[in-house]
């Protein structure tokens, strides 16, 4: 059976996000529809690359992840289907693929050219839908699209290394459900220009000498509980997709705060990495 994921800045309180699953299902019965997020920041391409990223690799080859970001069709907003990695990604070109396609170069990408035969102000459900469709029923890309080689970028999702290779400058590219900070650095970018050296993170009000691999590793256990410092310990760590990621131990927002309200911490915000 196909599956259908739906990614969307649509939240839980509009029809958007029902409308089309309804639509999916008035095209195709033998669907699975599975939802990865409603709750991206409105027209956040870079908090919607993120969670994508991370996201598809859990689920089998095939896959068509339908993305409602920003999705309006103008001349500098076209629409676009992609074949990356063994999945089938449908949404604008607004930079959301770039991130995807820095590590794994997709094997097939079209301009959607069906809109001459669709009435729409609301390409996700009309669209989008029709796309993903096609698709699940066994047709071919480039029945829905010409074939083109060029999208566009997200700016801002690379880090910067300087010319002595002793400093890493990245930035803020997502902030979780507990306020936890994702940074641009990857664990092998950190590697490789860090050498084993030792090195110093710095972020606003905040700065780390060591990354750990899991949150309860800045922990101390063999110290009783009543005496040692956990509940609000910040640490820097690297997280389940291999990023640079500051957080607070056990953090909730709205009590007792975040590593991003706490560090002043906010989207595009600088993180400079700087070794010995």
């Known amino acids: ?15 958007f ?28 391409s870079t908090e919607a690359a993120y969670i994508i990223q991370n996201a598809y690799r ?10 409602g970001i920003d999705s309006e069709l103008n001349p500098e907003n076209r629409h676009i289907a992609v074949f990356l990695d063994g999945h089938y990604f449908i949404c604008a070109d607004n930079g959301i693929i770039s991130m995807l396609a820095s590590e794994i170069k997709p094997e097939k990408i079209v301009e959607i050219n069906i809109h001459d035969r669709i009435v729409s102000n609301f390409p996700v459900l009309d ?10 029923r066994g047709g071919t890309l480039e029945v829905i699209g010409k074939p083109i080689s060029e999208i566009k970028e997200l700016t801002g999702i690379r880090p910067v290394v ?19 900070v994702v940074c641009n650095v990857s664990k092998s970018l950190f590697e490789e220009v860090g050498k084993g050296r030792p090195f110093k993170i ?32 910040k640490l820097a760590l690297w997280n389940s997709s291999g990023y640079l990621e500051l957080a607070i131990y056990k953090s909730n927002p709205s009590t007792v ?20």
């Open 162 to 180: 300087n010319q002595q290779s002793n400093q890493i400058i990245g930035n803020v590219i997502y902030i979780d459900n507990y306020g936890n």
């Open 1 to 15: 059976m196909p599956i259908i994921t739906l990614t969307t800045d649509f939240g839980e309180k509009d029809h």
């Open 58 to 67: 859990s689920f089998p080859q095939g896959t068509i992840h339908i993305i």
């Open 257 to 276: 705060g975040s590593a991003s309200s706490l560090f002043g911490l906010e989207y595009r915000d600088t993180i400079t990495v700087n070794f010995e």
């Open 202 to 233: 710095t972020a606003r009000t905040a700065s780390f000498s060591n990354i750990h691999l899991r949150y309860s590793d800045a922990i101390n256990f063999e110290i009783p509980r009543e005496r040692r410092e956990e509940d609000g310990k």
């Open 127 to 136: 669209v989008f839908v029709q796309v993903a469709c096609h698709i699940a």
């Open 17 to 44: 996000a029902g409308a089309v699953k309804g639509a999916i299902y008035n095209e195709l019965e033998n669907i699975r529809i599975v939802d990865i997020s409603h709750s991206i920041a409105p027209f956040h």
